[in-house]
């Protein structure tokens, strides 16, 4: 049985990408095509489709190097 997996941005990457779709989402409206901005949105969202779809897509970090303040802060298990 697949898990499902959930991509969470939090705090500040939350609120940066909030920001970049509505960028991106003003230059569609404006007819723009192929902006910076459209390009690293593609980006950000093929890199989370990829995660969603390997979990272990990239470098895992070994868990005695994961932050114990992330344990407490976001509950983080892995990253």
Known sequence: MIRPVRVILLNQADSEYKKLNEVVGQQSQEGKENTEEMQLLR???????FVKSNPFYGDNI??????????????????
């Open 62 to 79: 070994p868990k005695s190097f994961i932050p114990k303040d992330y344990f407490v802060k976001y509950q983080a298990k892995n990253l």
């Open 43 to 49: 980006s950000i969202k093929q890199k989370i489709d």
